[in-house]
Every structure is written in C-alpha cells, then in structure tokens.
C-alpha cells in the first residue's frame, strides 16, 4: 500500500504546467540527442547537468531522466533511415530496420520501433516501481565469474548474427575482440600494439569506431553501387505497422522489454548488450528466423523494448543501491548528489515522494515520446527521400563532427575514417560488421573479468556458481543451435532432392 501511496504523491507532484513542459523539453531534447551521431544518452545528460542546477530537485530530476528515457530511442530513428546508429544501442536496429528502409518501407520500421519502445519503456518504469529493491539486492550476487559467463552468452550471439555465412561471423568477432585489445592492459598496465601512437595508450574510441563501421561503409558501400541504391528507393512508403501486425509480434515485445529490463539492473550491462540479447532470443523464439536481418519487424521490434526496457532496469540498482547500472545513470548519481539527494535505500525513507515523481514522470515521459514520434516520423521518411547526392555528403560531415566532439580530438576523425573503409571492405566481402561491434564491446567485460576471476579462485569458480553455470550452458545452446539448424536444413534439402 505504501507504493501506491508514494505513487499518488508522486503524480501530484507533477500536476501542474512547469512539471509537465519539463517532462515535454526533456524528451525532445533526448530524441535530438539520440539522433545525432556522436552524442550518446550519457553525453546528454552530462551536458544537461549544469544547466540543471537553478531548478529544484524534483524539475531537474526528471528533466535528465525525460532526456535519458527518450535518447535511446531517437537513436533508433537515424538507424532506420540511413544505417547510422544515433547511440550505440541503436546498432540493433539497422539489422532490420534499414533493410526495411531499402525496401520502401522505413514507415513500418520507424512505427514498430516507437510502438516497441515506449511499451518496454513503460514496462521497465513498472519494474521499477515495484520490484526495486528485491531485483537490485539480486544484481549484487553478481561477481567477475557471472559477469564473464555474461560477456560470453553475448558473445554467442555470433552465431544468429550470421544470415549466410556463420563462419564470416565468427571471423568478424575475432577481428572486434583483437581491435579490443590494443591500448593499455587493465590489470599490467603495459601497452599492447599502440605501435607508439600515444592516443592509442585508451584503446579506440568506441563512438568514432561505431559511426565508421555502419555510416562511413554504408555510405562508401552505395558509392560502389550507386546506381542499384538509388533504383531501390525510387518508392518509398510512409506506411505505419497496423494493429493486427503488431499484435502477431505481441511475445517478442513482450519478452524483449522482460530481458532488457533485468540485464539493464545488471550495472555495467547496459543497453547495447540488451538490445543484441534480446534480439537474438527474438530471432530463436520467432515463426519466421529466416526473416531476421532482410527486415523484419520482429527485429526491428525486439531491439526497441529491449533497449527502452534498459533503462527503468539501470536505475533499480541507482537509486536503492547507489551503484550507476549504465554509464548515464553514473552521471544521475552526479546530479542527484548535486541537488542534496543521496542515492540509495536512504532516498526512498527521507524523500520518498520525490523519488516516486521521477517514476511517475517516467510513465509521462514515454507517452510523450509515442507522441512525438509518431508525429515525427513523416519527416524522417521525408529525408529518406533527399537524393543520395545530397544526403551522403550531410552525414560524412554529421559523421566527423560527431567523432570530432568525442573527445575534441582529430584523431578520433581518423579512426572513424578507418573504420570505415574496414566497413566498407567487410560488406563487399560479405562480411557481417555487427559482430565487430560485439566484440568491442564485450571484449573488456570479458578479458577483465576473466582474469579478475582467475585471481579469486582457479578455472572451477566458472562452473561452481549457479548463475555462471546457467549462463555458460545458455551460451553452448545459443552458439551451436543456430548453426545445427542451418545444417539440418541442408541435409533435408539434399535428401529430398
């Protein structure tokens, strides 16, 4: 009784039109930040944080939280349209969300992701209001071992990645886990294959590296191929999803925005890892797998909740544990302290009604955010339709800009360049590049915790801790599935001829 209690508190805290148009300006500036290249929802807030300082606690709280809510998703629109993920999140859906834009179809794609966000975002405030405490004293249980075993079930996810060849797959993994390994070693503190290039001692920067791989070689990819690009979205429709098609997928949103709510109470996991997860559970669970990654809705879907879903989960171990779950929450801990307000199971006795606000605005956050971007996805289709020989040009430049404002450095611009052209040389080979970006990520959670393990214990601590166990036996599952699939398939094939 005392949630709802707190809950009815909370709202009545928001009525009224200051608390209201907050929560509005919060979103538009989180969809603006989402889609443009090089600011990720973190950024945002970062970049929100000082202007934040002359409100009271309640209006600047929910001014980052509408803009975090909603950054994930405007990420998502700029991935669909033209194959450039606005955050790092967003790289999910370009597996089926561009292709569906090539097909003339972006309207569908940019629908169903609206409608699949703001329903995981929706569910994972739920979670959030009322399974905080029990989810985040769960997340605790999680040491170097599980969060090995983690990287690993991510990792995995190769293998549904792969829509031809599986063994490209891998090999595009290898090459993010080696690209992973270059700059200072975690635990020895020595240099690895910087070459003496001193802005290699951090490793690559990981936005630069994610616009190269998916803009630049899109972009160096349809110069290639001009002509057949630019006949294949000669039609374009702005067509939204109807009910029934979005009903038929009802499980997958479902069971995506479940999956990105709990890996996103997990701290350190975050959105990008739910995302791939989620889509790779989606794929397994779908009628129709064959479809992934040549623009299915499922896809386009699955990647929306998980990542929605992630944010309600990040901030269940924030606010009642006082431990940042993504890299934006680590910047709320910031804001929060900076407006008198410890984070932890303090907050919820000492300003319950404030905390229970910023839930409550979560929930008007989202609905606003289905508005706008129903609203607003018929000028994104409108920019689809900007010729290639205007449109090109635009996004090399948002591209470098964006890699530039990183870390105001030009040598990120290089790398996003060389990213590129690897994009570009792994596409016309047939190679997928989403695995690269799966192994930069994971590599560190992996290498890092591996070893961390390996100092506490030998090889057995792997297979002695349950979740570790449950997660290694996910990740065999999840590897050899797809690939014993594909091969029975063959055989049946050649049988029957």
Request: proline share 6%; with cysteine.
């Amino acid at each position: 009784m005392d949630i709802f209690t707190h809950l009815l508190q909370g709202i009545d805290l928001l009525l009224g039109w200051q608390p209201l148009l907050i929560v509005i300006s919060g979103v538009l500036m989180g969809i603006l930040v989402g889609v443009l290249p090089g600011l990720s929802p973190a950024m945002g807030v970062a970049l929100l944080v000082p202007f934040s300082y002359g409100l009271p606690p309640l209006y600047a709280l929910i001014l980052l939280v509408a803009l975090y809510s909603a950054a994930n998703y405007g990420g998502t629109i700029t991935a669909i349209a033209i194959n450039t993920p606005g955050t790092p999140s967003a790289i999910v859906s370009t597996f089926d969300g561009y292709p569906m834009t090539k097909k003339g179809e972006p309207g569908r794609a940019l629908g169903a992701s609206v409608i699949a966000s703001t329903f995981g975002g929706l569910f994972g405030t739920i979670v959030l209001i009322f399974f905080s405490v029990p989810l985040a004293k769960a997340a605790l249980s999680f040491g170097p071992a599980e969060y090995f075993a983690l990287a690993v079930f991510g990792l995995t996810i190769t293998s549904s990645l792969a829509t031809g060849n599986w063994v490209k797959a891998f090999i595009a993994t290898l090459i993010g886990l080696l690209l992973n390994t270059v700059g200072m070693d975690p635990f020895t503190g020595y240099l690895r294959f910087t070459f003496g290039v001193p802005e290699l001692a951090d490793g690559f920067n990981f936005i630069p590296a994610l616009i190269g791989l998916f803009a630049l070689g899109e972009i160096f990819l349809q110069i290639e191929k001009e002509e057949k690009v630019q006949k294949g979205l000669k039609k374009i429709s702005g067509r939204m999803p109807k009910f029934s098609e979005m009903w038929k997928i009802k499980r997958t949103i479902l069971q995506s925005s479940v999956l990105g709510t709990l890996i996103g109470v997990v701290p350190g996991a975050g959105a990008t890892i739910a995302a791939f997860i989620a889509y790779n559970e989606a794929k397994r669970i779908s009628k129709h797998p064959e479809e992934f990654g040549k623009g299915s809705l499922e896809g386009v879907a699955a990647s929306g909740s998980a990542t929605s879903g992630s944010v309600g989960g990040a901030l269940v171990p924030l606010l009642t544990l006082g431990i940042p779950g993504s890299a934006a929450t680590a910047v709320l801990i910031g804001a929060l302290v900076l407006h008198g307000l410890t984070p932890g199971p303090e907050l919820f006795k000492g300003n319950a009604p404030i905390v229970y606000g910023i839930f409550a605005s979560m929930l008007i956050a989202y609905l606003v955010m289905f508005f706008f971007g129903f609203l607003g996805n018929q000028l994104w289709i409108k920019i689809i339709k900007v010729p290639k020989s205007i449109l090109n040009p635009v996004i090399l430049a948002i591209a470098f800009i964006g890699s530039y404002s990183v870390g105001n450095s030009l040598f990120d611009v290089w790398v996003c360049l060389a990213f590129g052209i690897l994009g570009w040389l792994l596409r016309r080979n047939n190679f997928p590049t989403a695995p690269v970006i799966l192994g930069l990520i994971l590599g560190f959670l992996a290498e890092t915790n591996f070893r961390r393990a390996l100092l506490m214990s030998d090889a057995t601590i792997f297979f002695t801790r349950p979740v570790s166990l449950i997660l290694l036996i996910l990740s065999f599952l999840s590897l050899f599935y797809p690939i014993m699939k594909s091969k029975f398939k063959t055989i049946n094939k050649t049988e029957e001829e």
